[in-house]
């Protein structure tokens, strides 16, 4: 019992440290962009207004960054959490490279952009410290004292051999993180992948992250999106046979959804497309009425309700399924050329409360 409420202990502030990292590193992130505003407003407006930006940026971080931060990096860091426990490493510098690591990983390691960077360092060093304070400085204690008792009874002994289950288990999660991760590593540093078939491209010419690039590697065309099939044959309806299973965010399902909806020769056949994965196409965004851009492309957008159908991908995992129920709709924006024959990017995005 002792070792699960120390456990929950680290789990907890783990948590709490995420969250306060993507709040306080939006929020410095933010500050050299503020410090001008009074320059550009009176008095008390100036004042008032950058009060209520600050806490924006508080709130954005809190709510919309973090649950990105804790879906992608609980598991990596409590495993690392767990093995500062197993060789009771109680010294705050340790932590201190530890969350900056964290935080370099999940903004995408900012090295070009100094204010920026210097955002991370700040904000690693804050959680670093509340970290260490709530749970780090006793590291490993509860332990110790778990093995000598454990070195004398039969129950404890088989506690331990649970332990190693455990630990093993989060093991092998780690591993899936770092074969995603050796990707990653992959497309931005030694070969970058090719297009596709049809070219997978972004709308406004955007660079391509590197989470866009792993989805066109592992997704090259529009077979490597669809449910396996006796045919080869890519007909009409074939194209509709996504395999959602396969999808586990939102840059793959960007890709596939490309590929597929690039297949055809026009968007006269988007509306039925969306339809037929169960969204709902907008009436002045289908493929009849599209919404004209100001440049003369077309849009057509759909909409899929996760409130009331639960999160369209990923479609196994119950905790990867919870933090991707806390937006409770899903919008798809698909923009074509101005001729409506050549789809010019996909866009997925969640509305969160």
């Not at 550009?40 to 009060?51: C, F, K, V």
């Not at 809190?62 to 109680?90: C, D, H, N, Q």
């Not at 955007?206 to 592992?218: E, G």
Request: net charge positive; proline share 5%; charged share 20%.
């Amino acid at each position: 019992m002792v070792i699960l409420v120390r456990l929950l202990r680290v789990v907890l502030v783990t948590i709490l440290c995420i969250v306060d990292f993507a709040a306080l590193f939006e929020f410095l992130n933010a500050v050299p962009t503020y410090l001008f505003l009074p320059d550009h407003l009176e008095g008390g407006d100036a004042y008032g207004s950058s009060r209520m930006m600050f806490l924006g940026a508080l709130w954005w971080g809190a709510v919309f960054r973090a649950p990105g931060y804790l879906f992608y990096g609980t598991v990596p860091l409590l495993i690392v959490m767990a093995a500062t426990e197993w060789k009771s490493m109680k010294s705050w510098r340790e932590y201190l490279a530890i969350w900056l690591i964290a935080g370099l990983l999940a903004t995408g390691f900012p090295v070009s952009y100094p204010l920026r960077l210097a955002a991370v360092v700040v904000a690693a060093a804050g959680v670093s410290y509340f970290y260490w304070l709530f749970a780090g400085k006793s590291a490993g204690d509860r332990l110790q004292d778990w093995r000598t008792r454990a070195s004398n009874g039969g129950a404890l002994r088989l506690a331990n051999y649970v332990a190693y289950a455990v630990v093993a288990y989060l093991a092998y999660q780690l591993t899936g993180y770092l074969f995603y991760g050796g990707k990653l590593l992959w497309v931005t540093f030694v070969s970058e992948p090719s297009p596709g078939t049809p070219p997978f491209q972004v709308t406004h010419r955007r660079k391509l992250t590197a989470l866009q690039k792993v989805a066109m590697m592992d997704f090259p065309d529009p077979a490597s999106c669809l449910k396996r099939a006796e045919t080869d044959v890519l007909s009409l309806d074939r194209l509709k046979e996504i395999d959602w299973d396969r999808i586990d965010n939102e840059d793959e399902a960007d890709v596939c959804m490309f590929r597929l909806l690039g297949s055809y020769e026009n968007l006269s056949y988007a509306t039925d497309w969306f339809e037929a994965q169960g969204f709902r196409v907008f009436d002045n965004f289908s493929s009849t009425h599209p919404y004209i851009e100001r440049d003369g492309t077309q849009r057509v957008a759909a909409g899929y309700s996760i409130r009331k159908h639960g999160p369209k991908f990923p479609t196994k995992g119950i905790i990867r399924r919870a933090f991707r129920s806390i937006p409770y709709g899903m919008i798809v924006n698909a923009t074509w050329s101005k001729d409506g024959k050549k789809l010019l990017g996909v866009e997925t995005n969640f509305s969160t409360l």
